[in-house]
């Protein structure tokens, strides 16, 4: 977690991401988080469930394509090591 004054310049907040054949480079595709819902949605409560709505986006194809495998494998990592399951 972070703490303190965020990070303004664009380059800066790149987030570090890395798989097996190439590492992200900022300004090479963008990823959009479009939308958050959680279930139930009311104060108080640890929710269920949660979605996540992403945009990819790239000049080339085959590049979307590694991307969306490369996050996918790491939100099931992640959510094993949670111990949650991803839809």
Request: neutral net charge; aromatic residues 8%; charged residues 25%.
């Given at each position: 977690p972070q703490t303190?004054?965020?990070v303004?310049?664009?380059y800066a907040r790149a987030v570090p991401?890395?798989?097996d054949t190439?590492?992200?480079r900022p300004g090479y595709y963008a990823v959009n988080l479009g939308d958050i819902r959680v279930e139930p949605g009311a104060f108080n409560v640890v929710p269920g469930r949660?979605?996540?709505a992403l945009e990819l986006r790239s000049l080339e194809e085959d590049q979307l394509d590694?991307?969306?495998d490369?996050?996918?494998s790491l939100a099931q990592v992640e959510a094993e090591r949670?111990?949650?399951r991803p839809a």
């Open positions: 303190g004054t965020p303004l310049e664009r991401f890395r798989h190439e590492v992200a949660a979605f996540l590694r991307l969306q490369a996050l996918l949670e111990g949650l």
